[in-house]
């Protein structure tokens, strides 16, 4: 079945460390995003891509980031520079480079620092 | 960045009645307006979505009316069940963009 899948499900990070979430699609969609959700505020847009070896900033992209080097794969990087990375990280792909033809989402990563 | 209003941001409502969420836009060129579901821990997936051509669509007990003038839609779920408890997104986005503009949230409580 053709989807999104996101590893892991959960991850726990130390204070100081990077750490990769990963974002693969068999969908062979163009467009990739990556959505940051706390609790009560929503879907967050972090960065995106449309097309492979480019991606853009979204709205809070300070402490991420991305590569695009295989259309099926938009991995994301928290850093050591994200001083409040505890939040709830969805994958979303779409078709054709825009929106308009629907997000398919992820499952999710949840991430906490200890 | 253009905003999606969403209300309200909790409802609670008994089986069998009917919800309403509501979502107000800013951006005229925005021409498509999905609603989402999300359960807790998973990620959201499309409901249901209209594009500003008609005035309501509907699938199954869930309705999109949409109204251009006002720059307003809303998602009115009939026969609620408790199993539809659930958070609702509602989003926006148009041709010449590259994403979609999600409103904030509703949690969504059918009480049994």
């Known amino acids: 079945d053709g989807g999104i899948t996101q590893s892991p499900k959960y991850l726990f990070r130390k204070e100081g460390q990077n750490v990769t979430l990963s974002c693969e699609q068999n969908?062979?969609?163009?467009?990739m995003y990556w959505y940051r959700q706390d609790p009560g505020q929503g879907l967050r847009l972090i960065y995106y891509?449309?097309?492979?070896?480019?991606?853009q900033k979204g709205d809070i992209a300070e402490g991420y980031s991305v590569s695009r080097e295989k259309k099926e794969s938009f991995p994301l990087t928290v850093t050591s520079a994200q001083k409040n990375p505890t939040a709830f990280y969805l994958c979303?792909?779409?078709?054709?480079?825009?929106?308009?033809?629907?997000?398919?989402f992820g499952s999710g990563t949840r991430l906490t620092v200890v | 960045q253009q905003q999606v209003k969403q209300s309200p941001q909790s409802l609670i409502v008994q089986k069998g009645g009917i919800s309403i969420i509501n979502c107000a836009y800013e951006?005229?060129?925005?021409?498509?307006f999905p609603w989402y579901q999300q359960f807790p821990g998973k990620g959201p997936a499309l409901l249901i979505a209209?594009?500003?051509?008609?005035s309501e669509k509907k699938e199954g007990r869930f309705t999109i009316s949409f109204n251009k003038s006002a720059k307003q839609f809303s998602l009115h779920i009939m026969d609620s069940q408790p199993g539809d408890s659930a958070t609702y997104f509602c989003?926006?986005?148009?041709?010449?963009?590259?994403?979609?503009?999600f409103g904030e949230g509703t949690q969504l409580t059918v009480n049994p």
């Open positions: 891509s449309q097309i492979v070896n480019d991606f």
């Open positions: 209209i594009r500003p051509d008609v």
């Open positions: 951006n005229t060129a925005f021409d498509y």
């Open positions: 979303a792909s779409s078709p054709r480079g825009h929106p308009n033809y629907g997000y398919t």
């Open positions: 969908l062979n969609h163009d467009a």
């Open positions: 989003a926006a986005s148009e041709t010449s963009g590259s994403r979609l503009t």
